[in-house]
């Protein structure tokens, strides 16, 4: 890919630790002509290119105040959601598709919290997701220093040619080729058809713990925000991360594990039945598929979809099953590879449900059935423990206010407990969105991390589509990640507030 090191400089500024109102005096205005950009680096539309320069080169100990002061003269919501996607896109490496890359990972997931916010609340999730750039930024810095380059325009392929030259280039791993037959892509497509050929490559290989899918899904949902004129420049981040792999050779000339499931999946798609979409949706199934999944192979569990299908069944069901499965994992091993099975199966899910490609849709469901087992094996989790389809409830007394209090309590110690609590209270109350309320104002008071926004967006998303009597369970299963109303609150809840007077 067209893309390397990049300039060596990044300003910090000489106000930090400024408290108070004192920085409203002290910061200089910042225009366009201020800062100046290295002419090998992309350039974004001149309309957000000053907002996004603001952020690359304002200190992690202003920016802020910076851009609070920016919001306090006429600048929006989504401007600011646009320069903070970009910012992230421009200056963080895709590789690996994870850690400090999550400064770009977290934007759509900061977002839906800020929709899910009171208005009062509703700047707190994406001021979080500018102090995490920041911090990613630096750590590029450190790493390397790497920038998306500007794209020589004169190897940008005609639209006649983008497709196909894209796909080739991917199925052979080349990044050079896929830089560039990207950029003729997105000026050449549709909006869909980009998205159609993105979600079947972000889903061919178990690599970097579903980030991939996780990338090419959150975009996507961004960029339905932000606009659609803003893409090429994210198209070809993704296309940069989706061919990352770290194996040494190439994977198209080799048989890794990573790849052994889209292989073999491609093979399955003919073998499911016409009209597949349709079919009958029964928990007995549902039930089924589960018990596969904590102790198939990834080829049994892809096989079984197979089979579910063909007897006439809903897709629904392995789509619950994955989500099941996916919740269970976390609550018998919590930890980041058990916790990617439900943000990995989200992305999935979602992919599935925006591709108008009816083999793509195939393909997503069988490498979600498999992607969960691989999973099982990457977070440690054995065959026995805790069943999400069976756990107790915890008393048997009529729940109410006091109780969800108590469940969030609870949280911040015995995580099992506060399961058992917290089905219950769903159960007795049948009171989803308070639970929902209070669970997404805990991760943005009390989050540190991009998983916790990654993670809840994902659950309370996703909980809604099944049926009612396991969705409870699903939702219980999730206080092993949430927050918990004993943690403090982070300091940048109170500078958020402060800078925006709130």
Known sequence: ?????????????????????????????????????????????????????????????????????????????????????????????????????????????????????????????????????????????????????????TTVLAPDKAHAAFADAMNRWDEAAADVAAAGLVRSAGAQEVFDVLCRFGARDFRDIGHKIIFVSNSWRTLQTIGWQHAEPVVRSLAYALLEHRDGKNPAENEYEADRPGRKNEQRLKSIRAGWQTGEKDNATIIHLLETYRSSSWDDAAQAVVEVLNRGKSPDCVWDAVKLHAGEMLMRRPGIASLHATTTANALHFAFRQTSNDETRKFLLLQAASFMTMFRGAAGVGNDGVAIDEFKMDGDKHAGADDLEDVFREVSGDKNLAARKALAFLNQTGDERAFMRMAQRLIYLKGTDAHDYKFSSAVLEDFRRMPPALRNRYLAASVFWLKGSGRPDTPLVARTRQALGV
């Open 1 to 153: 890919m067209n893309i390397f090191p990049r300039r060596s400089f990044l300003k910090t500024g000489a106000l930090a630790g400024v408290s108070g109102a004192a920085w409203l005096s002290r910061l200089p205005v910042v225009a366009a002509d201020d800062v100046t950009i290295d002419s090998h680096d992309v350039r974004f539309l001149p309309e957000i290119e000053p907002l996004v320069r603001l952020l690359e080169d304002t200190s992690r100990e202003r920016v802020l105040e910076e851009v609070a002061t920016r919001i306090k003269h006429g600048t929006t919501y989504r401007e600011v959601l646009t320069a903070l996607l970009l910012a992230g896109v421009r200056n963080i490496q895709p590789r690996p598709v994870g850690f400090k890359f999550h400064a770009v990972l977290v934007v759509n997931a900061a977002h839906l919290a800020s929709q899910n916010s009171p208005d009062e609340d509703r700047w707190l999730p994406i001021f979080w997701a500018l102090d995490a750039f920041k911090s990613s930024q630096a750590r590029d810095v450190q790493e390397g220093d790497w920038t998306m380059s500007a794209l020589d325009e």
